[in-house]
């Protein structure tokens, strides 16, 4: 019988390495799973390379996993923001490296991964200093820059319900990088509100089917999120 | 000089878009565009992180925590509205299924450059989010903007100091003075100008040849 779903955050972030690339899920803090970021703190695993649309805010999340000199380099569209003060501590005082990437065409590059594509050309960045140093080519008239996919060895992901075959769906705008994310990933790990039984899930409603996640666990993100 | 205020400039811009476009509003000025669309013309807004037929701002009490806008404020969706995720979101505005697209910034040239994500190219941690993405892929776009910085210098500019977000996209230029179309080959030709503003004034206040039709 196949069963994804785990019961406890240490079998969760089991076999995570030093070294790995982490894709975590969430725009701001919707879709941010939370309570695997936490979990990945309690891990242990370090030299980390965090992909995330934005660098963490305060001190908790994924702002202490950084605090704790834990993650190398951060890949993402939008570091600064309200209170993400410790990248910037980080990022000033030269201890952290910083790539950024546009928003679509990071979506795009774990899209790709996930989908087998090991790279692709986009309109994004072309004439602009993000564009340095990428093979540009012309295509019907129009220039573009060559993206290479972007691949997690780990992806940390949200959703909103899940069963034990793996299958995910969202709510809202909790789905924003998530089912990219869960492609992208050798190791994908979701954080669900709600656990399913097989069957129970609308089949042409499930999100993220099941092949692309590796485990489940079941989190009560408690009444604000109900 | 009277021009318009934020409201009015937000206003003037609603007035411009018809029904039916797909239309993705920018973080600040241009969010409050979609305050300004009448009621009874339906026009889609769409959100980078993931929305389409997106609605005004909750009440207090009726906020969804997980349902926020590109700006991460509390938001609604309309009948018909419908989320999707990241790349399905971009492959909207990559592919050119987004009519508009409505920006602010920090400068905007004759030739339609735009420069609106960092302030210099040493910027100490520029943060570029969906800024290019909707520059390159949007069908057109537009930027409301102040007419100059807050200590009087120039935004409309014979050619951009700031790094570009994106060469050639700007089509409009809504401002606080007027309306300015980019015209290739020309430059900015004046559109309309707000209530009480004359072209010697606009002018005065602009780093490039305003044209007149």
């Not at chain 1, 546009?102 to 960045?125: C, I, K, L």
């Not at chain 2, 305050?35 to 980078?48: A, F, G, K, N």
């Not at chain 2, 505005?93 to 920006?103: E, K, M, N, S």
Request: net charge negative; proline share 5%; charged share 20%.
């Amino acid at each position: 019988m196949i069963n994804k779903i785990v019961q406890s955050m240490a079998d969760a972030m089991a076999g995570i390495k030093d070294g790995s690339t982490v894709l975590i899920g969430g725009f701001g803090a919707v879709g941010q799973p939370d309570e695997l970021i936490e979990a990945l703190i309690e891990q242990g695993a370090t030299d980390l390379t965090c992909v995330c649309n934005n660098a963490g805010t305060g001190r908790v999340g994924l702002a202490r996993l950084m605090e704790l000199g834990r993650v190398r380099k951060i890949i993402c569209s939008f570091p600064r923001s309200a209170g993400s003060v410790v990248f910037e501590e980080l990022y000033r005082a030269g201890k952290l490296e910083l790539e950024i990437v546009p928003q679509g065409t990071m979506a795009e590059r774990m899209r790709a991964a996930g989908a087998g594509v090991p790279a692709f050309f986009t309109a994004t960045s072309v004439g602009t200093i993000l564009a340095h140093g990428k093979e540009e080519r012309e295509f019907n008239g129009r220039r573009y820059v060559m993206e290479h996919a972007l691949k997690g060895d780990v992806a940390l992901v949200e959703a909103w319900e899940g069963d034990r075959w793996g299958n995910l769906t969202y709510r809202a705008s909790g789905r924003n990088f998530n089912p990219v994310m869960a492609m992208a990933a050798d190791l994908t790990i979701a954080q669900v509100s709600h656990l399913r039984e097989l069957g129970d899930l609308v089949p042409e409603n499930v999100h993220t089917p099941g092949i692309f996640v590796s485990r489940v666990i079941h989190v009560d993100r408690g009444p604000d999120w109900a | 000089m009277q021009g318009f205020d934020r409201k009015a400039m937000a206003a003037r811009l609603a007035q411009d878009i018809p029904e039916g476009w797909y239309v993705n509003l920018g973080i600040g000025i241009p969010t409050m565009v979609g305050d300004y669309v009448p009621m009874d013309r339906e026009v889609i807004l769409h959100s980078e992180n993931g929305i389409l037929g997106m609605g005004p701002a909750p009440a207090k009490d009726a906020i969804d925590p997980w349902l926020v806008n590109a700006g991460k404020q509390p938001v609604t969706l309309r009948p018909g509205g419908s989320y999707c995720h990241h790349a399905d979101s971009f492959a909207m505005i990559r592919g050119g299924h987004i009519d508009l697209c409505v920006l602010g910034a920090f400068e905007v040239a004759a030739n339609g450059d735009i420069a609106n994500w960092a302030t210099s190219e040493n910027d100490t941690a520029p943060a570029v989010g969906g800024a290019m993405d909707l520059g390159a892929g949007a069908k057109r776009l537009w930027v409301i903007m102040e007419h100059t910085t807050k200590d009087g210098r120039p935004k409309l500019v014979e050619k951009c100091a700031y790094p570009l977000t994106t060469p050639g996209a700007v089509k409009r230029v809504y401002t606080n003075l007027g309306v300015f179309e980019i015209v290739p080959g020309k430059g900015f030709v004046v559109v309309d100008l707000a209530p009480g503003v004359t072209l010697e004034q606009a002018q005065a206040a602009s780093g490039a040849v305003l044209h007149t039709q």
